[in-house]
């Protein structure tokens, strides 16, 4: 167990979570939780983010893949998150597609600069 | 002559600067990329659940039990970045694995064994069995044919391939479906090595920055 790597994780509408499952990803068993959320229109945001939570967490996750809509719903948790394992990847959906703009990560990283580094 | 510590510092900085922007316009391309293959994936598995039907691609075909085929390492490279990398465990389809085990016992209990080919035709088939038996069990009784017991394995084996909650024929959009997220996953690790290089980057400029005021 130790030496076989760490999981990815998805939080995602049904299509995202059964492309990723449909690749590999998927953990389920009867002593641990699942490393997956289908996240659907009556799932509370509060799931979500104890889910995101506990992803966190775990150190058996290296890699949260994470539609970024439901990014936005809680993005405070996300923004919160500043360790580099797991990393957290904010995917596309079907109705949704990217925004850099929204990216937590390209938005930390745009600060690059700041108006006092010029004077 | 030697730089001055200025001009030092200040060509850090201008190679940590180009260092970034080459990061981010890799980080972009890639982001592009991966969108696209995750839109193919997408589009396969709604063609799928048109010919298959709406509730046969969904949550309810999920297994019970999920055994994971892909790993992702995260290991220190030099200068202390991270870097992520995927590894996927290969799986032998239950007709491979009965190929292999016969290959295996046709070199050596053939020339040992004895067989008897006396019996009614009926049972012509068991000897073949039961020299293929012995090498794993000893006892003639609890022999099984191979092929049933690795299909029994299969069906217990939660790393059977996830295509196969599906159904056992499925389409062939469905595989492709299979094989664009497969590539989805390849690239979502390199993308969390190229954020984790990005963001490091910044603060190693950042730093720079700082101590050349």
């Known amino acids: ?119 | 002559m030697g730089l001055s510590k200025t001009e030092e510092t200040s060509l850090l900085l201008d190679e940590q600067l180009l260092q970034y922007m080459d990061q981010l316009e890799s980080l972009q391309e890639k982001r592009s990329a991966l969108n696209t293959l995750i839109e193919q994936g997408w589009f396969s598995l709604s063609k799928a659940r048109y010919s298959m039907g709406n509730k046969q691609v969904s949550s309810l075909q999920y297994a019970s039990e999920m055994e994971p085929q892909i790993f992702v390492q995260a290991r220190a490279v030099e200068n202390d970045a991270l870097e992520f990398c995927t590894e996927r465990i290969t799986i032998q389809s239950p007709t491979e694995r009965v190929q292999n085990t016969t290959s295996v016992e046709d070199i050596g209990p053939k020339e040992e064994g004895v067989r008897r080919r006396i019996k009614a035709s009926k049972d012509m088939a068991e000897p073949e069995e039961l020299v293929g038996a012995s090498t794993e069990n000893p006892s003639p009784t609890s022999t099984k044919p191979p092929s049933e017991s690795h299909r029994n394995n299969s069906d217990q084996n939660p790393q059977a391939d996830p295509l196969k909650w599906f159904g056992i024929l499925v389409p062939q959009t469905l595989k492709q479906a299979q094989s664009s997220f497969r590539q989805v996953i390849e690239l979502s690790a390199e993308i969390a090595t190229l954020q984790a290089a990005v963001l490091k980057t910044r603060e190693e400029f950042r730093l720079a920055l700082k101590l050349s005021c």
């Open chain 1, 1 to 119: 167990m130790a030496g076989r790597g760490k999981l990815i994780a998805v939080i995602g509408d049904e299509d995202t979570c059964t492309g990723f499952l449909l690749g590999g990803i998927g953990e389920l068993n009867k002593n641990r939780k699942p490393n997956f959320l289908v996240v659907e229109k009556d799932t509370s945001i509060t799931e979500i983010e104890e889910t995101f939570k506990s992803f966190l967490v775990r150190n058996d996750i290296g890699i949260i893949l994470i539609n970024q809509f439901i990014a936005e719903m809680i993005r405070h948790a996300i923004d919160g998150h500043l360790e580099s394992i797991p990393a957290v990847l904010e995917i596309p959906s079907k109705e949704h597609p990217y925004d850099a703009s929204k990216d937590s990560i390209l938005r930390r990283a745009k600060g690059m600069f700041s108006a006092e580094d010029f004077r």
